[in-house]
């Protein structure tokens, strides 16, 4: 109801402010408003229908058990409503059933089927796929499977783009819209066309079947072989019950990026390791990556005896020569702020090792010239310090680095970890239970260890992710539809007891406001022990392009990899991405008014910027970290173009004013974070209409944002502001000049 309150609210202010009668009409018409916004609403919270044609119904007596495929779930709570047993297990199949439930349900009666342990499941669901089909694998469905994103759109979206090809058919001949519409009557060209979306979007249904089917199967082989829950005994039958459906012969088929090896494991000094991880805690002698060993059956399960070996706590980034710079930058703030977490890059041996040698010696060497450090000295003043006094491995303690290269783990012929998808990789080989995965261009101010690992809510769920800047991008109801069918139902809950997803994630930004933009994945934490069935569902979806192309990047992966794992024990940071740097005065706002009447009554900020950031949601103030480096704009030549922006008046006086600007350090003395860009209030009071303006300086990459809409008292309309002391200000001031400063403070 919320949702609709805000919907009729926003659409009532857009009439008042751009049509003057209506005020006068207003009570007349908005009963009529009023009944067209909730038909408005519901039809496009019905935006995924086109799948109901496919849905039929089964029922299985039984003696208890789940409602439906789909729980039901109280839209005022993140609990799911648990259902109350019942003398029918109904099964609503509003998407197809997957083969390995399918044939069960056929086969066997309520009294086996609710009398089976978990190891009788396990052999019973894969014997079924493997009578089904023994050379049954997980496929990259370029390969042999049709789909098109865009099908589900619209049929009449379909003819429309058919009818302008068929009129550019034409390109040599003067045609009129008469005479085309006569051809496509003659040549029966609509009927031509219909049944070719109808076979084109039956083909993609059943895609999206097929990729159902096989997240299903993962969701199984992660129940049935990675379950620590499971004893000893229980995993040896299940291993062992038919030599041809084992662990090892089902990692094959559904992980075929996989060649069953370790990756090599190099150390600063060249240490390497080839055939096992390395154990941190022999390394740094510190308690705190201490693992404890849980004593495992043999096996020749790959991914369990990767996840049992798993160790430590530490920094992961995955690079290559290209990130050369970015990542010495990196390197350098992280001595700087004290980390003593090791770190890991990963690469696809396309790190060199004279890149590994200036890193381990960017990482490690005590000859350093901070004079183009000058802030360092601020610092040490503020902390009644003196230069000659100073220990500079505390102040910039070596870092304990390794190498990773996952070309002897990964499948030559695998073509589907490229750039996004090489983090998934560094994730998943790293070598920590406690991994904090990072980008190059990511600047953390502050201890990761301390400010994430460390956390309440990361030592209870085992992961932490961020969000992204809430814009209004949305998503369609066919993209909403897509994923949905990759979720948990109740067959999984009710077979392997995987748990059915809350409103903790229905009612999420994605699926339940549907909204395109949710995390943001500059830097994510995640126990992978506690977590491997979710990393494997990740790497499942960056796989598919049909998953990939409805999001940007990597960035909901993460997330909906949970998700579909029917894993939901991880922490959301409450504030949304905010903006970070210096806020914009006054007396450059509202440049086009003739007069200060407008302008000296604002009562909302602004802080444009290029970077994004993050305010900690643990205590309402530390700035954990930011986005895009540290230069305030990294894109070249864009000062050219950029001088001319009205933002930028009264600022700078010419082009060089505006580049050294540029390739400075971005200042910090503030985040703002804005209420969510859809929130809007139109007004004529010089106020910002909504929180978030993309104003296209730096290459499209300069945000403004805004703390209050329209001057409203409302805390739907505002957001947050933290303003930086003195002391936190040079702090930030030394970060920046190391990171643009790497190459001069480390000398040869």
Known sequence: MNNIRVKILNIDRQLSYRFRLYPVVKHRVLPIVLLVSLISILAYSLNDSYEFDYSSLQKIDASSVADSIYGAFDSNSKEQIQPQPKKTFDIITKYPIAPGFKQLLNDTTKEELFKMNRVEKCQKYFQQIYTQDPDWKLEELEDHYEYNNWIFDTKDRYIEDRTREYRESFANEEISNEQLHDKIIEFKKIEEWTESWENERQRSVDTESYMTNQVTNIRAFSQCYLDGTLSKEQQIKIDNFNNNITCETNELKLFKYLTRKYPTYVRWNRETLVHSLPI??????????????????????????????????????????????????????????????????????????????????????????????????????????????????????????????????????????????????????SSFEDTVLIDTDTVPFVDINQYVLQTEEYKTKGAVFFKDRELYDHITGPERTYFDKLLPNNLDNAFFDIPLLTNLTLNNRFFGEMKKHYQESGMVAINKKKHVRSLLSINTLQMWNSATSRVHGDKELFWLGFSIAGDESYYMNKYGCGAVGELNPNSNRLLGDVDDSRRSQLTSHMLCTTHPAHLSGFDDHTLLWMNSGFITCKRQNEAEKDISHELYKNIFENVDDLKKKYESPQKISAILVPPPQERVINNELGEPSSGWDVMFGCGGYLYCAYDQIARSEDPFYQGTLVEYNETEKITFDYLGEVWVNYHKIVTH
């Open 280 to 429: 941190i805690e022999n390394y740094l002698k510190d308690p705190g990556h201490h693992t404890v060993e849980i004593e495992q059956p043999p096996s020749k399960c790959f991914i369990k005896d990767l996840t049992n070996s798993l160790n430590g706590k530490g920094i992961v980034v995955s690079a290559a020569d290209v990130h050369l710079e970015e990542l010495s930058s990196l390197i350098l703030v992280l001595r700087a702020i004290g980390n003593k977490l090791p770190i890991q890059i990963v690469h696809k041996g396309d790190l060199s090792e004279q890149s590994q040698v200036k890193l381990g010696k960017i990482s490690r060497s005590m000859n350093l010239d901070l004079t183009s450090v000058p802030s360092l000295v601020k610092i040490i003043q503020k902390n009644h310090q003196v230069i000659h006094e100073l220990d500079m491995n505390t102040i910039f303690p070596k870092q304990e680095i390794w190498f990773v290269d996952v070309t002897p783990a990964m499948n030559p012929n695998d073509t589907r970890f490229v750039t996004y998808g090489n983090k998934l990789l560094a994730l998943f080989f």
